[in-house]
């Protein structure tokens, strides 16, 4: 009985050092549940996104601009490669730099300016080649229609099914150079230029989807309004497109785990050993490092509040006993125990502890998540915005990571109950070690020495 009216006496005295340590408790216990709901939500996320994550496997073509007698993979043994029980589709596509001979590209806007005059005659040329310069694609139907969408683009005008020799054009292009459809264009392939131009016919205009949210550079978005699209047929009927194109033929795999198995069956049925099968494993990891990032950090917060937090507690535990020593200097005299005393001390620290911990709670609900957003976007600046990065590539199912959802689960409520319980048995091993040493005997003559 003495314990608990002892304990809760404790509670309702108007102490400051009471006050102290309420404050250090809870803002010890609300950083250790912030970070640990960050760090464990970050880790759960990772491994969501991750097994979500579309894989996509990428042939790599050899360089073949100065072999005579080498010749690229055809569709046929393409389309053969993704014949398989681990490829969910395939997506193929081909391409050839090329310039126009009469007609006028869209300009491409300079977006950094430079004092130095040969630094800006560099620059200028470096865009009029950018701006002289533009590529074609060859692609079937499907593949044409996720290539414009993933770039923000759709058909306005015009048939899909492309014959040979007909073409795509932007409508920015074709406003400015004053086509139509059944109009007819010459292009010439970039470093080919001995050859005759190339001759395409216009049966189809795309323009910017006004409702596609597409997070990219205005420069690039621009050059791309150059861009021709032809079917894979006509562009590969290019002469010496062997020497000139590439073929970028790509395959979406079922599982991510399904690579090695996948590229074994592509050499069995007669991949070349020159040519390299590469994954975009890196695109997931640059795609992932901001949230990493704030796992990391809000990991290394969590390590430094639990050792610095149990140092501050044990340093403040022991100044406070210095100055509870006269009041257990009379409750000794009056014939209270020592395990009395300690069992009151607990008491009053679980009552502290567990009204802490509980608002701790609370105020996480309301703060966590716009931590953590914020967090996110500082990693994201620090990481020269991976989303602008990879904006423009084949993301499959996977959009940008703009916030990770936090969630305090089990094991993190666990393991913050259990840090508490740390910080409780340092301040608590502190006072039972003092109280077992003290003496009053001692306390009473030290202090007539003194006095």
Same mark, same amino acid.
């Given at each position: ?334 014939? @209270?125990?020592?395990? +009395? #005393?300690? *069992?009151?001390?607990? /008491? !009053?620290? $679980? ?78 091993? @502190?006072?039972?070690? +003092? #109280?077992? *040493?003290?003496?009053? /005997? !001692?306390? $009473? ?7």
């Amino acid at each position: 009985m003495f314990v608990l009216k002892h304990a809760f006496l404790n509670l309702r005295r108007p102490s400051w050092k009471s006050l102290v340590i309420c404050i250090m408790l809870f803002l010890l216990t609300l950083g250790i549940i912030v970070t640990e709901t960050i760090y464990t939500s970050a880790r759960r996320f990772t491994s969501d996104y991750s097994q979500q994550f579309s894989t996509v496997a990428t042939v790599i073509e050899p360089d073949l601009s100065n072999s005579t007698h080498e010749k690229k993979l055809t569709k046929e043994q393409y389309l053969k490669f993704g014949e398989s029980k681990y490829v969910n589709s395939v997506k193929m596509m081909a391409s050839i730099p090329i310039s126009f001979n009469t007609l006028k590209p869209i300009e491409i806007p300079n977006p950094i300016q430079f004092q130095k005059l040969e630094i800006d005659e560099l620059e200028k040329s470096f865009y009029q080649t950018a701006q002289a310069t533009t590529n074609w694609f060859g692609l079937g139907p499907q593949d044409m229609v996720k290539e414009l969408a993933e770039s923000g683009m759709e058909i306005s005008t015009g048939n899909l099914t492309l014959k040979m020799n007909e073409c795509l054009l932007s409508s920015e292009f074709v406003q400015l150079n004053e086509l139509k459809i059944g109009d007819s264009i010459q292009v010439t392939v970039t470093g080919n230029e001995k050859m005759a131009p190339q001759t395409l016919s216009i049966a189809g205009i795309y323009q910017p989807n006004k409702t596609a949210k597409i997070v990219g550079t205005s420069e690039f978005m621009e050059s791309q309004r150059n861009d021709i699209f032809t079917n894979w047929e006509t562009i590969h009927a290019v002469e010496n497109f062997n020497q000139v194109g590439y073929n970028n033929v790509s395959y979406e795999l079922k599982n991510q785990n399904d690579f090695d198995r996948f590229l074994k069956e592509m050499k069995t049925k007669g991949l070349p050993s020159e040519y390299q099968v590469m994954t975009n494993e890196t695109n997931l990891k640059m795609l992932l490092s901001p949230v990493n990032g704030v796992g990391t950090l809000a990991g290394t917060i969590l390590l430094g509040i639990f050792i610095f937090g149990n140092f501050g507690l044990a340093l403040f535990s022991l100044r406070q006993f210095r100055q509870r020593q006269a009041e257990i200097c009379v409750l000794r005299n009056l014939g @209270i125990t020592k395990k +009395q #005393l300690i *069992k009151s001390r607990l /008491l !009053e620290l $679980l009552v502290v502890a567990g009204f802490n911990f509980g608002i701790a709670l609370l105020v996480t609900n309301w703060i966590v998540q716009p931590i953590a957003d914020w967090q996110l976007l500082n990693q994201k600046m620090l990481m020269g915005n991976v989303d602008q990065l990879f904006s423009n590539m084949p993301s499959g199912k996977n959009g940008t990571i703009k916030s990770i959802p936090m969630m305090l689960n089990k094991l993190s409520f666990f393991n913050t109950f259990g840090i508490t319980s740390l910080f409780l048995m340092t301040i608590i091993s @502190i006072d039972s070690y +003092q #109280l077992f *040493k003290f003496e009053p /005997l !001692e306390f $009473l003559l030290e202090r007539n020495v003194y006095e």
